[in-house]
């Protein structure tokens, strides 16, 4: 670092530089906008379609900014790196941490992190040595995600999962392992204690009872699942988000599909521990429930049986469909005999596929998309075949391969039509509190029939369901 330092600035053409207070070994990239701001050991990266703005007495020390980011509003970036399209803006703070393409900043503070793409976070909140490659989540108004200090030394962290969102004034205690969490939510005002949770689309909650007295008041309760149980909208809401800036962005490479390998292996193995749950506790009503000790994975949290119950199902209903989907892109186009070949394979699948944690990362790693390169799409339709494997041994009734075909493809034509039903019903409790609570609610608000992000899911499930159906057709000619 100290080889690369230069005693003078060096400002590239057609970059704009006005009322700047103080400027020092600084590289400005052309087209950059840099104005009433402080630019000291930092290359702002720039282009003629990329360009970067750092304005409105903000402070950039010991920093880069890839092209496309912008730091606004009297904000501060020391020792940082933003990557392109970034944001930091209203005073917020990017201390010695990356910022990964598409996030911003606004208000809080981002201290000795990695915050992967994607991350939205508009207010006033505290991001402390969190390693978030996968971004693609959200910090909540007062949300303290950074208890680092145990009193002997700041040396604790906080590994977050895809899509986490911490809710407002949510207190996070470290050490913290998310990452088998993914887009799970810890809800608004929840304590939580160091832990590893490893079940994907999960709601932490606050206790809303006494369970059992032999379970501390400070756990949490767990609900695996609940996202796409009582959420969908939210996973798709944030999927069609994820997917328009991906393409308004392209060079940003993001990965937006939320149901992919990576996260369908981790639904299977939370799966797989919630039907092998031991228990030996129940509440005071005398149903069973659960903790770490019966269920890996649930970390400082109990979780009830309706819960575990609930979880089971939701967990394999997307699952299926997942596995469905990559059936229907498989077989879509091909001739009759292809399928009846293609259908004897799947059936004959000898041994399940393992995905490592590693695989995991692999895939994950900074939000990077691999969509559509070969090994990628080969080894999600791998994956997608050993789950198919299995529907298909549960369904020996059928030894007609065309016959399965039918009853696969029926099965993801039911999918399909329970999903837009599902996602409505969930923006609609919305609709009916707010009626209850508020005058004149309506007349202020969509109804859930009528949002874009409903309508945008019938419309493409209704595609689906209409050339599955033609295809059926087709194949009993």
Known sequence: VESAKSQFNIICSNAKISSVAFMSDAFIGE???IRASQIV???????????SLVLSGSDVRDAILQSGCSVDSASIVEASLMCSHSHVEKHGKLLRSILGPLSSVAEGEVSSSFVGPLVGFHHQAGLIACYWPSGRGNIGFGANVGSNHTGKAPDQELWAGEGVFFGLGCCIKYPCDLTHSPY?????GIVTLPQRVEFPFSLINGPQQLVNESISPAINSISPGWV????????????????????KFPGANIEYRTFRHSTVALMQTAKKRLENASTVMVDSSGKPIYTEKHVQGLGK???TEAARVSAISIYNFFIEFYALQGLWINIEALPRADIVDLIYCIRNVSSPLEVELGSYFDYSFAGISHEGSDETECFQWEHQKVILADMMAAKNDIDDELLLVEFLIQKLQNSAEKIPMMVEACKSR?????????????EAHELASEVSVTLRVSQEMSLL????ESFLNNLKV
Do not use: C, P, W
Not at 228 to 247: G, P, Q
Not at 430 to 439: K, L, S
Not at 465 to 468: E, L
């Open 465 to 468: 369901r209409s050339n599955t």
């Open 430 to 442: 919305d609709d009916v509190r707010g009626r209850t609570i508020i005058h004149g609610y309506e």
């Open 184 to 188: 799970s939510m810890v809800a608004s």
């Open 41 to 51: 050991r930092s290359t702002i990266m720039s282009s003629q379609t990329e360009k």
């Open 228 to 247: 796409l149980s009582n959420s969908l909208f939210t996973v798709y809401r944030n999927e069609y988000k994820f997917r328009a800036r991906a393409e």
């Open 31 to 33: 087209f950059a906008t």
């Open 301 to 303: 949290n109990f979780l």
